[in-house]
């Protein structure tokens, strides 16, 4: 079954640095892949996904992300973080086929210093 | 567009209690879901419903039931809540985008069973 590992449980980053959430996965074959962002008491949104194509994709809130297949890999970057990027992240998984929802890994609660 | 609408927002029972959080969308999205989510262990996937009239189990079925009402309404039952059914509920729905389900959440109902 597919799996998604988030290592970092908390990651402290001061605001105006750089950003890199880390997010690997454990499938056959290249599955579809996502990044959500969950804000306090909220609910999820997505910042972006990856399907075929350009492995550098770009989603909303200045987020990039990277797919790389030799790693198994899709890491977030954000090249400079403001306060309003405090939440948490979640990595998720599709592997394709029927609608058997998304495989989450346990996300990373990012915390901004000022 | 209110996207995805779950209720209650909070609920508080006693052990053996029953109850249903209910769930709509209007984006006329064929498949539903409810996910749990728990400190440290990201989301967790309970039943989805690829279309109307169909439901299947997923990670985390046990003491929970489903019904896909119609198109629009997915309710999940706790007929016996237990402690360990602790948790904020997500609702998703999604229409296959390239292939892929990209998931739009509800704000989440926040479980407590004492």
């Known amino acids: 079954a597919q799996s998604v590992t988030q290592p970092d449980i908390h990651i402290t980053v001061s605001e105006g640095a750089s950003l890199e959430l880390r997010c690997n996965y454990s499938?056959?074959?290249?599955?579809?892949l996502f990044w959500y962002v969950q804000s306090p008491g909220q609910g999820l949104q997505l910042l972006l996904k990856?399907?075929?194509?350009?492995?550098l994709v770009q989603g909303i809130k200045g987020f990039e992300a990277e797919f790389k297949r030799s790693q198994s890999s899709f890491n977030l970057r954000k090249p400079s973080v403001h306060w309003s990027d405090a939440a948490e992240y979640f990595c998720?998984?599709?592997?394709?086929?029927?609608?058997?929802?998304?495989?989450f890994g346990k996300g990373t609660h990012l915390i901004i210093q000022p | 567009n209110a996207g995805v609408t779950q209720t209650p927002k909070f609920q508080v029972l006693k052990t053996g209690q029953s109850m249903t959080l209910q769930c709509a969308q209007d984006?006329?999205?064929?498949?539903m879901y409810w996910y749990r989510q728990d400190p440290g262990m990201g989301l967790r996937l309970i039943y989805y419903?690829?279309?109307?009239?169909?439901?299947d189990k997923g990670e985390v079925p046990n003491g929970y039931n489903v019904s896909r009402l119609n198109k629009r309404e997915f309710s999940l039952r706790l007929e016996s809540a237990a402690p360990s059914q602790t948790s904020v509920y997500f609702c998703?729905?999604?229409?296959?985008?390239?292939?892929?389900?990209?998931?739009?959440f509800g704000a989440g109902s926040r479980l407590t069973v004492l």
């Open positions: 998703a729905s999604s229409r296959q985008s390239s292939g892929a389900n990209v998931l739009t």
């Open positions: 499938y056959g074959a290249t599955p579809y």
């Open positions: 990856y399907f075929s194509g350009d492995t």
């Open positions: 998720a998984v599709w592997p394709g086929g029927g609608a058997d929802g998304l495989t």
């Open positions: 984006m006329n999205h064929n498949s």
């Open positions: 419903s690829a279309s109307e009239g169909t439901t």
